[in-house]
């Protein structure tokens, strides 16, 4: 199970840290990350960290904004997003996967869902 938390409102160019933890048992990987969907539009890869060593993922409109880390001890990824942008506004997912089937780029790679928090940028 996966508990998103941190969204809300907040101005164009403010930040904002979302936080997604697992639950149950001791998450093994592949890989964690956070997915976006905004009204009317698709669900959209956003970030990815590999569990085991930490390699990052990111979607090319938020590289040098958001920063994802994870912290093994407590099962928990983490987005830290500044400079926000009014395009940024979305329900952001965490999502993980236990297996390297499919890309990992796409949201039906995943196995498991959290359950969505509101991240709206106010312009």
């Known amino acids: 199970q996966l508990q998103a938390s941190g969204g809300g409102l907040v101005q164009a160019g403010g930040s904002l840290r979302l936080s997604c933890a697992a639950s149950?048992?001791?998450?093994?990987?592949?890989?964690m990350g956070w997915f976006r969907q905004a009204p009317g539009r698709g669900r959209e890869f956003v970030a990815v960290?590999?569990?085991?060593?930490?390699?990052?993922y990111y979607q090319n409109s938020v590289k040098g904004r958001f920063t994802i880390s994870r912290d093994n001890a407590k099962n928990t990824v983490y987005l830290q997003m500044n400079s926000l942008k009014p395009e940024d506004t979305a329900v952001y997912y965490c999502?993980?996967?236990?297996?390297?089937?499919?890309?990992?780029?796409?949201?039906?790679?995943?196995?498991?869902w959290g359950q969505g928090t509101q991240v709206t940028v106010s312009s």
């Open positions: 149950g048992r001791t998450f093994n990987g592949p890989h």
């Open positions: 960290i590999r569990w085991v060593g930490g390699h990052t």
């Open positions: 999502a993980a996967r236990t297996t390297n089937r499919g890309s990992l780029y796409l949201p039906i790679s995943y196995d498991f």
